[in-house]
C-alpha cells in the first residue's frame, strides 16, 4: 500500500482522529460541504459513510480528493416526522444549500429507512432507534462513519468500528444488514478505483 507518511494505521485513536479531521479539512469539498451543514439547523446529522472514506483512500493514496467519490451521504434523524413530505422539505433545502457542488448529494431521513427500504432491496428492517444506530447498520467497517463540524463546538465524529480499517485501507464487511451480493457489488467498484485496497471475503 502507497500509505503517506503518517498514515494513522495502528496508532492510538487520538492520533487517528486527528489525521481523519485534517484530511477532511485538506479537502476543499469537504470542508464546504461540512461548513454548509451546520446552518441548515439540524441538531441531529451526519456527512457520511463512502465520500469520507474515498476521501481518505485518495488521501492515502496519492490521488486527487475527490477522485472516484459517486455522492456525499447527508444523513439525519427526526422520528417526529417520518412522511415523505417532511424528507423531501429538508431533501429541498440541503440540495439548495448544496446547488454548486459537482457530485450527488443523497439525503435520507434514517428514521423513516424502514418505510421504503423491503421494496427497495428486497427484505424487511427494524426501524432505527437513532441516527447512530443507523450508521452501526452500513455495509463495511471502513464506511460506517459519520462526522459534522460545528463552528462552536468543532468537529464530532462517530465511527462504531474505529478508525483502524479506514486508515489501513481494509474493506472489511458489516453484516449487520447488507447481504454478500450487495457487499461485493460495492467492492467491484470500490477496487476498480482504488487497487490499493485490502479486501475481507465475505
Request: charged residues 20%; negative net charge.
Amino acid at each position: 500500500m502507497n500509505h503517506q507518511p503518517g498514515s494513522g494505521y495502528n496508532r492510538d485513536i487520538s492520533t487517528q482522529l486527528q489525521l481523519f479531521c485534517s484530511v477532511m479539512e485538506g479537502s476543499e469539498l469537504l470542508s464546504k460541504v461540512f461548513r454548509r451543514a451546520s446552518t441548515v439547523g439540524l441538531g441531529d446529522y451526519y456527512v457520511g459513510a463512502g465520500c469520507l472514506a474515498q476521501t481518505m483512500w485518495n488521501y492515502l493514496s496519492g490521488y486527487e480528493p475527490t477522485y472516484g467519490i459517486k455522492d456525499i451521504d447527508f444523513a439525519y434523524f427526526d422520528a417526529s416526522n417520518l412522511t415523505y413530505e417532511g424528507e423531501h422539505e429538508v431533501v429541498r433545502q440541503v440540495l439548495a444549500l448544496y446547488a454548486d457542488i459537482p457530485i450527488e448529494v443523497d439525503v435520507k431521513n434514517q428514521a423513516r429507512v424502514h418505510l421504503w427500504y423491503e421494496s427497495h432491496f428486497g427484505y424487511a428492517i427494524e426501524p432505527h432507534r437513532s441516527l447512530e444506530a443507523a450508521l452501526n447498520t452500513w455495509p463495511t467497517t471502513a464506511t460506517a462513519i459519520g462526522a459534522r463540524w460545528e463552528p462552536a463546538t468543532g468537529w464530532t465524529v462517530y465511527a462504531p468500528f474505529g478508525l483502524n480499517d479506514l486508515l489501513g485501507m481494509i474493506v472489511r464487511p458489516n453484516r449487520g444488514r447488507i447481504t454478500r451480493a450487495i457487499y461485493e457489488k460495492k467492492v467491484a467498484r470500490w477496487t476498480s478505483c482504488w487497487p490499493e485496497l485490502r479486501v475481507i471475503p465475505w
